[in-house]
């Protein structure tokens, strides 16, 4: 049996979350804030990702948004330098941080040709 949570019980505590600025991640880290904890939002879209932590503002939260791409080391460390300077720790770390390549739709032959990687060995899907 589950329980609905309520209150604030994530209050002191502080979250990153990449892929802050849509879907999953954007979802993630307005309930996470909902609940209490001050969040660090980092995803590509600057836009999308301010909007996101104007409504958590809005609704009484903590948040810096910071644009930010996961695969550029370099960005990752003034991200994480910016975090520690505004928040001083990172209690969660949600990762929704994603890159759509090729097809819309997943496919059984999709493989990583159509997609660039900053990863040394490309994996296969399917």
């Given at each position: 049996?589950s329980?609905?949570?309520?209150?604030?019980?994530?209050?002191?505590?502080?979250?990153?979350?990449?892929?802050?600025?849509?879907g999953?991640?954007q979802?993630?880290?307005?309930?996470?804030?909902?609940?209490?904890?001050?969040?660090?939002?980092?995803?590509r879209?600057?836009?999308r990702?301010?909007?996101?932590?104007?409504?958590?503002?809005?609704?009484?939260?903590?948040?810096?948004?910071?644009?930010?791409?996961v695969?550029?080391?370099?960005?990752?460390?003034?991200?994480?330098?910016?975090?520690?300077?505004?928040?001083?720790?990172v209690?969660l770390?949600?990762s929704?941080?994603?890159?759509?390549?090729?097809s819309?739709?997943?496919?059984?032959?999709?493989?990583?040709?159509n997609?660039?990687t900053?990863?040394?060995?490309?994996?296969?899907?399917?």
């Amino acid at each position: 049996m589950s329980a609905v949570l309520g209150g604030k019980p994530l209050a002191d505590r502080v979250a990153v979350v990449t892929g802050a600025s849509s879907g999953i991640g954007q979802a993630t880290a307005e309930r996470l804030a909902a609940l209490g904890a001050d969040v660090a939002l980092l995803a590509r879209r600057a836009d999308r990702l301010e909007a996101t932590a104007e409504r958590i503002t809005q609704r009484g939260g903590e948040a810096l948004a910071m644009p930010t791409d996961v695969t550029d080391r370099d960005a990752l460390a003034r991200a994480a330098a910016a975090v520690h300077e505004r928040f001083g720790k990172v209690d969660l770390a949600p990762s929704s941080a994603a890159r759509r390549c090729g097809s819309r739709r997943w496919s059984p032959a999709w493989s990583t040709r159509n997609c660039p990687t900053t990863s040394p060995t490309p994996t296969r899907a399917g």
